[in-house]
């Protein structure tokens, strides 16, 4: 199967580029340099939440990048606000860039500019423990816009926890290979759901959800050759059986008033993590989204097969590139296909009788 | 229209392509009076695994006989179409055998047809070759190998099934 191989240039290329991580990091790091000198603020412990810390990061197409960092402050829960610390960190770092900041439900984002567009943004999403002095106790976050809505408030929360149950899949060198197929699956997806759904509103299914399913659900689909005394890795396989797990997951949830048959998912946090109660990571979809994300994955599944039942590579990869994308690599014909002897028969004669 | 036919074969999947199932379509013997046709299979064989992709054949040219009963490819044009694709394409595409249509609802070949598939296969150099014959009701193919005095049927495609 060298389908695989175009496979892997895929992956590549939507892979987080390295220079873009490490610029990233830069800009995280002066704002927390911000932060740390500052009064009035007390002293945090900074996490890589997100994407880069499960190294699960994919290019985004006509979006910004986005880096999460969580502060875990030294400060019992209790004695402040939920919009304490957000507000001051808001107040901090308004003017830092041209863009400015903004205070959003989970966190405080500021956003740079690149090229005279915006071009990234950092996340700052505020934690506080249920006791100062023991760091094993239950983690809150700060969640609200302002102080005036019924929303703001305390939640329990596990986010390192959450870290570790991804990165804890596949874990130690004899599971690398494994592990490097879990994250290329995932990284597919996240961009085939970038390209597919609308960015906007809540629209797009959330990338924990489809991490999440994937720790659970994902199976490696690998063959042993004995010729080359390896495993061969099947990307195709892997993302189709995916695909169907998730397919799997939505549930008959009755019809619209337009006469819509509509479909539900629910997928919860991990029950083993410190979370608030009622943790399904899609809970933020309507009903006619939820559908639509069904609908998608329906026809994810229908022209994944199509490709499996193609004989020819070159256009499996016209139709993945349908699929997944421009960054799915089309190979040339002439580059796909076997040297050959340039013979034919000089005359042939034929009869029905 | 015509859909792709994909032949399952031993460790192999061969795809004839919708574009030449419809070229020999045009070429059915349906009148008693029509002539046969025929030409050549040109197709490649996947980088990856053993597929084959049979893309062009080369329709009936000037210099070829077409009698009712015989079709004798005598025309240069179909080698001088080979050799062009062949160097266009650095050399990815083969030949893979002769197609040619008969006169009959389900199409069997001839005498003369099994001579002329012995002789290819002793001089061409490849292992194997596939021959289609075109009837009226189905389209059938045979694979040759070498050192195998009889055909094998691998595949018969009818017509009404393909959706024309
Ligand atoms: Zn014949």
């Known amino acids: 199967m060298s389908l695989q191989k175009y496979f892997k240039e895929f992956n590549e290329k939507i892979k987080m580029d390295y220079d873009v991580k490490s610029e990233l990091k830069d800009k995280r790091d002066i704002l927390l340099e911000i932060l740390r000198n500052a009064e009035g603020i007390p002293a945090f412990k900074k996490f890589d939440q997100g994407s880069y810390s499960m190294y699960l990061g994919v290019e985004p197409l006509d979006k910004e990048y986005d880096i999460d960092v969580g502060l875990r402050f030294q400060v019992n829960c209790d004695d402040y606000a939920p919009m304490d610390l957000k507000d001051k960190i808001y107040d901090l770092l308004k003017d830092h860039t041209d863009y400015g900041a903004t205070i959003k439900k989970p966190c405080v984002t500021v956003t740079y500019k690149k090229d005279g567009e915006a071009a990234y943004h950092v996340d700052l999403v505020v934690y506080t423990y249920a006791d100062k002095d023991d760091t094993d106790s239950q983690l809150y976050l700060a969640r609200g816009k302002n102080s005036e809505s019924d929303e703001t408030c305390w939640e329990k929360s596990d986010p390192v926890g959450l870290v570790n149950y991804v990165n804890d899949k596949y874990k130690g060198d004899d599971a690398k290979e494994d592990r490097e197929q879990f994250r290329r699956i995932i990284r597919y997806f996240k961009r085939w759901k970038n390209k597919k759904f609308s960015s906007s509103g809540n629209a797009e299914p959330p990338s924990i959800g489809i991490t999440l399913i994937a720790v659970d659900k994902f199976e490696v689909s690998k063959k042993y050759d004995y010729l080359e005394e390896k495993y061969i890795y099947d990307d195709l396989d892997a993302v189709l059986n995916f695909a169907k797990e998730i397919k799997d997951l939505f549930k008959f949830n009755g019809i619209s008033e337009s006469g819509r048959c509509l479909y539900s998912i629910e997928y919860d946090l991990p029950s083993e993590l410190k979370f608030d109660e009622n943790t399904n990571v899609f809970k933020k979809m309507s009903d006619n989204y939820m559908t639509d994300f069904k609908e998608k994955v329906d026809a994810l599944v229908t022209d994944l097969e199509a490709v499996k039942n193609e004989a020819d590579e070159v256009e499996q990869c016209k139709k993945l590139n349908k699929i997944f994308g421009d960054d799915f690599p089309i190979p040339e014909v002439d580059n796909a296909a076997k040297q050959q002897m340039c013979y034919i028969p000089p005359t042939s004669s034929s009869g029905a009788r | ?164």
Not at chain 2, 42 to 65: S, Y
Request: a positive charge.
């Open chain 2, 1 to 164: 229209m015509v859909c792709a036919v994909i032949i399952n074969a031993e460790n192999k999947r061969i795809k004839l392509c919708n574009e030449i199932i419809g070229l020999m379509y045009g070429y059915i013997q349906w009148n008693s009076y029509d002539t046969e046709a025929g030409g050549i299979i040109l197709g490649r064989e996947n980088l990856g695994n053993d597929n084959l992709i049979f893309e062009f054949i080369t329709k009936p040219m000037k210099k070829d006989i077409r009698t009712k009963n015989r079709f004798l490819r005598k025309d240069s044009e179909h080698i001088e179409f080979y050799k062009q694709l062949y160097s266009k394409h650095n050399g990815v595409y083969a030949y893979y055998g002769e197609w040619h249509t008969h006169p009959e609802d389900i199409p069997h070949y001839s005498i003369i047809d099994l001579t002329n598939w012995r002789k290819i296969s002793k001089e061409d150099p490849k292992e194997m070759q596939y021959h289609i014959i075109v009837g009226r009701k189905q389209l059938r193919i045979w694979e040759m190998r070498k050192k195998c005095f009889m055909p094998k049927l691998v595949c018969e495609v009818k017509w009404d099934e393909i959706n024309i």
